[in-house]
């Protein structure tokens, strides 16, 4: 199993530039969650997933979109990225509701100027 | 959301036990406490979980008081490699959702 995977990276957008950034994982997981992480900082949910076609918003959801059509992937889109979304992005998903492990992706590090 | 409260840093020297605490004074009683830790700036990783027994697994203990306010999170014989940020999280119950902290910063000493 790969786990979870993040793509791109590292990612560099101006100020009013859209992107999207990708999630996988190939565990068969329910669960999926999308956090950012600030230098010095905890991490902050953004948006979760419970199940294919089913979102819901964490702490920190403004800025971003989210939706969940595979199992497999849970796609996060910044629709007008601003330099306050500069962070890193995590991604996790754990198997369902219950007290399981929940597993992260690499990260992905996004710099808007 | 569910709240924890960790200090800020501590230090261990290396080959001690290292005991992390936190409280949780907010639990309900079907809530698990978990610890996640993170190197670097990798993702966070697993480190273990319970409900309200004592839990022990290849790398840590859990201790959780009998009122299930607090727990500590120990560490046996720290190295260097366990110098991480150490996050306390509570989950379960009526929430779907995993609220990370700020943790505590370890800093195993040579």
């Known amino acids: 199993n790969a786990g979870v995977t993040q793509t791109p990276k590292f990612q560099v957008l101006k100020t009013g530039q859209s992107m999207t950034l990708q999630c996988a994982q190939d565990?068969?997981?329910?669960?999926m969650s999308w956090y950012r992480q600030d230098p010095g900082m905890g991490l902050r949910l953004i948006h979760y997933?419970?199940?294919?076609?089913?979102?819901d918003q964490g702490e920190v959801p403004n800025g971003y979109n989210v939706s969940r059509s595979t199992t497999e992937d849970f796609p996060l889109r910044l629709l007008s990225a601003a330099p306050s979304q500069t962070s890193v992005y995590f991604c996790?998903?754990?198997?369902?509701?219950?007290?399981?492990?929940?597993?992260f992706g690499p990260g992905t590090r996004l710099t808007v100027t | 959301d569910a709240k924890t409260t960790q200090p800020p840093s501590m230090d261990c020297a290396e080959g001690r036990a290292a005991n992390l605490p936190c409280n949780h004074s907010?639990?309900?009683?079907?809530?698990?406490v978990y610890w996640y830790r993170q190197i670097h700036s990798q993702g966070p990783q697993y480190i273990i979980h319970?409900?309200?027994n004592n839990e022990t697994n290849e790398m840590a203990s859990l201790i959780i008081t009998e009122d299930r306010k607090s727990s500590t999170l120990i560490l046996p014989h720290a190295t260097l490699r366990d110098t991480a940020v150490y996050y306390c999280?509570?989950?379960?119950?009526?929430?779907?959702?995993?609220?990370f902290g700020t943790g505590t910063l370890l800093a195993i000493q040579p």
């Open positions: 996790a998903s754990r198997p369902g509701p219950g007290p399981y492990e929940q597993y």
């Open positions: 565990m068969n997981h329910e669960y």
């Open positions: 997933s419970v199940g294919a076609g089913i979102t």
């Open positions: 907010t639990i309900s009683g079907n809530e698990y």
């Open positions: 319970g409900l309200k």
């Open positions: 999280i509570f989950y379960g119950g009526a929430t779907n959702k995993l609220i």
